[in-house]
């Protein structure tokens, strides 16, 4: 039985510093490439929590999340490395993003007055960009129709450079392909970010991320969610209803009416009058601001991002590199041996067993098991971990897949940072989304938040889930 997880453990070429993510099905940590010569790199890596019941179905989820995703070779979509094998265990592999989640960049900008147009655009165009790539992806056989259908806040992570990146294609479906991962009518997704063919349990293809696109730039641009509602069902009944969308000048006075008309065709509840392609919409993005594009819209970009999180930047660095000091002071004590497992396989996809208990109250192995050896002070790395754990909570998301009767959630909840310094912008118009989750429907990641096991933690300032 493989040992449960804990900051220093070893999977294959890789050392675990710290979780930063943790849903009911799988935790995500921050890691480093183990390399010759000392060479190392920080990594993503995310792992399954024991699940015996629904162990195989979970295994093909991850093994067919790695393959999609290490298809797509562009800027604005999280990389996939590797998918490995330690001891009974499945990991996936992924570059480790120097940023932060798209809904927590907005709750700061929130406090601000929100996100000025121009960048709230140039966000979403990389986004669109990374969309079209995925969505072009083809094999020897032809294109395979893949369809991301998680487009949300959680599922974007913007650099401190201003570089907006997708991820977690958990539940991606390449929709020219056969599959087992979904079955007929079951829906995947976070109902407040899903077209109404996608709520509906209808095939479901580009045009559904197209339709999730659009509410994201329709909220980062007016501080609303388009089918705001106080509860689950309202949103439902908003987003499958036939009455469109609220115009977004209903919120901000003033609003661009090129900028407008491209929200209208995004949030058609017709998908036959959507842009047919996400490139379709970045396009006319690009020619409603094309102040947004260029060099102009990535100087204000980065800018935006150098005020808006530039202390958590700095405390984020310095948060890492005490932990790999802490990691590099365990390992010359002699705790744990680096030596990768001999079965380690790096490239396997196929289902393996994954039996051990789960982190959280996970029982203590008899004393004959126990390592005696002696350990350095619990003090010093208890202190470098909580450190770590309070810059990294919101950094990452993984995604949750909890089946009900009619619908499996994949929410994940952020850590709200400190308020912003004083700085002169120009703000938008701005308040955080009314919640429109339900208990029964949807369930959030629990982001560790102190060298304490990972616990839950209240919604991120998204609002809409």
């Known amino acids: 039985m493989p040992a449960p997880l804990q900051p220093h453990s070893i999977l294959g070429r890789y050392q675990l510093l710290v979780p930063v993510a943790r849903g009911g099905m799988g935790q995500v940590w921050l890691a480093r ?56 265990l499945l990991y996936l592999v992924m570059e480790w993003v120097d940023g932060e989640p798209l809904g927590f960049l907005q709750t700061r900008a929130a406090e601000r007055g929100g996100l000025p147009l121009g960048v709230a655009v140039s ?74 063919e996608q709520i509906l349990g209808e095939m479901v293809d580009r045009r559904c991320d197209v339709f999730a696109a659009g509410i994201l730039l329709y909220w980062l641009t007016t501080g609303q969610h388009p089918f705001k509602h106080h509860n689950t069902a309202g949103v439902i009944h908003a987003i499958t209803g036939s009455a469109p969308a609220p ?23 017709d998908r036959e009058q959507r842009y047919a392609t996400a490139e379709e919409m970045r396009s006319a993005l690009e020619q409603a601001m094309p102040g947004a594009f260029g060099d102009s819209g990535r100087s ?21 590199r005490r932990a790999q000091l802490t990691a590099d002071r365990e390992n010359e004590s002699g705790a744990r041996s680096l030596q990768p497992a001999s079965s380690q396989s790096a490239s396997s996809l196929g289902a393996i067993s994954i039996s051990q208990p789960a982190p959280d109250g996970a029982p203590s192995p008899p004393a004959a098991a126990r390592d005696t050896r002696q350990r350095p002070p619990l003090g010093p790395w208890l202190a470098a971990t909580a450190g770590v754990l309070l810059a990294l909570g919101s950094v990452l998301s993984v995604a949750v897949r909890e089946q009900t009767p009619f619908y499996r959630s994949a929410t994940t909840g952020v850590a709200r940072g400190a308020s912003l310094p004083s700085a002169p912008t120009r703000p938008v118009a701005s308040s955080a989304p009314p919640a429109a989750s339900s208990s029964s429907a949807a369930s959030s990641v629990a982001v560790p938040s102190s060298a304490a096991p990972p616990m839950n933690l209240p919604k991120s300032g998204s609002g809409v889930e």
Not at 35 to 56: C, H, M, S, Y
Not at 249 to 257: L, M
Request: glycine share 10%; no cysteine.
């Open 33 to 88: 490439l183990q390399g010759a010569r000392g060479f190392r790199r920080l990594v993503a890596i995310k792992t399954l929590l024991p699940n015996e019941a629904d162990r195989p179905r979970l295994e093909a989820m991850l093994a067919e999340e790695a393959r999609l995703a290490a298809l797509v070779h562009h800027a604005n979509v999280v990389h996939t490395l590797e998918l490995g094998e330690h001891e009974g």
């Open 123 to 196: 966000l979403v165009s990389q986004l669109l960009a990374g969309l079209h790539a995925a969505h072009e992806l083809s094999d020897e056989a032809g294109l395979l129709g893949v369809v991301h259908r998680d487009v949300s806040p959680h599922n974007v992570l913007v650099t401190y450079e201003g570089v907006a990146k997708l991820l977690d294609f958990g539940i991606a479906k390449a929709t020219e392909q056969p599959s087992g991962n979904t079955g007929t009518g079951e829906i995947k997704g976070k109902f407040s970010y899903m077209a109404p």
């Open 247 to 269: 115009v977004a000048s209903t919120h901000v006075s003033g609003f661009p009416s090129a900028l407008e008309r491209v929200l209208v065709k995004a949030l058609e509840k």
């Open 300 to 320: 204000s970009l980065r800018d935006f991002m150098a005020r808006a999180v530039g202390d958590r930047r700095i405390a984020r660095g310095e948060a890492i």
